[in-house]
């Protein structure tokens, strides 16, 4: 049977990138296919905190391409997997770092046009829209587990920096019931994290 | 009551959630994509896709400056020193 898609015969504008940094690791033995598969759904996990500008492919390339380039060195008391999602989260906080330095750049510009008080002034517009997107994915996770009211107390709880006892204690839960929504949680956001394309 | 901006309330649940996928057992990964229909270990699988191959737009990946371009550009410059430079040792 023929592919729905053949990668070889991409039609139009689409092109395949061969061998990016991640394949290169692999090739390297600096990590296994399913270390792989677990950073591919970190990374999917922190796009969604990301400026629209960047996608979680981006962000995943970019640690690993650091960890390749010596940019970022791993000590060697912590694990690779763990390292290179540390990577991944230092990267998303730069890229908000940049969104929120050219939202003052043109605040400076527009301040250097008239009688307007001198220096950078705080802008609201980026904190607005990172403010935005987090509700929006906030909402997107959550719709993960429309059916699962445990999952959703878990998750409301750790929305709010809530410790696993003060979630149990909260909603009653038992720490057995507790440990299986936990493990529903990781199974959901494995397939979300594992899809082509995910919501 | 507590009140938490949405921003912060993101990163806190991003952050104890990445713990939870950094402690997930390799069975219950490969079970997950195994539920999905992939074949991690098949050359080219889709469990794979953006991972260690990707698509682009053409007229993005013709820009330099876009990050996966950025980023494979620099290591595919930094491995090339690296040949050169064991080449010119082995010589």
């Known amino acids: ?199 | 009551m507590k009140t938490t901006r949405p921003e912060r309330g993101l990163e806190r649940l991003l952050l104890a959630l990445e713990q939870e996928l950094l402690g997930a057992s390799d069975k219950e990964i490969l079970a997950a994509a195994a539920q999905l229909g992939m074949q991690p270990a098949m050359k080219g699988s889709s469990a794979l896709f953006g991972v260690t191959f990707a698509l682009q737009w053409r007229a993005a990946e013709a820009d330099p400056r876009t990050p996966l371009h950025k980023a494979a550009g620099r290591v595919s410059r930094m491995r090339a020193r690296r040949t050169h430079k064991s080449d010119d040792s082995s010589s």
Not at chain 1, 106 to 118: E, Q
Request: hydrophobic share 45%; charged share 25%; aromatic share 6%.
């Open chain 1, 1 to 199: 049977m023929k592919p729905l898609i053949n990668l070889d015969e991409l039609p139009g504008q689409l092109e395949k990138v061969s061998h990016p940094p991640a394949a290169q690791a692999l090739d390297a033995r600096l990590v296994t296919p399913v270390e792989l598969l677990r950073l591919k759904s970190i990374a999917r996990l922190h796009a969604r905190g990301l400026p629209p500008d960047v996608s979680w492919t981006d962000l995943l390339q970019e640690a690993f391409a650091r960890v390749l380039d010596g940019s970022r060195r791993r000590p060697a008391d912590v694990p690779t997997v763990a390292f290179l999602a540390g990577v991944m989260r230092s990267i998303k906080a730069q890229h908000w770092k940049r969104v929120y330095r050219g939202a003052r750049r043109s605040v400076k510009w527009l301040a250097g046009m008239g009688d307007l008080p001198r220096g950078e002034l705080p802008d609201p517009a980026p904190s607005a829209e990172r403010q935005l997107i987090a509700i929006e994915e906030v909402r997107a996770l959550t719709g993960l587990f429309a059916d699962d009211p445990q999952a959703l107390q878990i998750l409301s709880g750790l929305y709010d920096g809530c410790t696993p006892e003060e979630i149990r204690s909260a909603h009653r839960l038992t720490v057995i019931a507790y440990e299986s929504a936990r493990k529903r949680i990781r199974r959901a956001l494995l397939r979300a994290g594992l899809r082509s394309f995910a919501p």
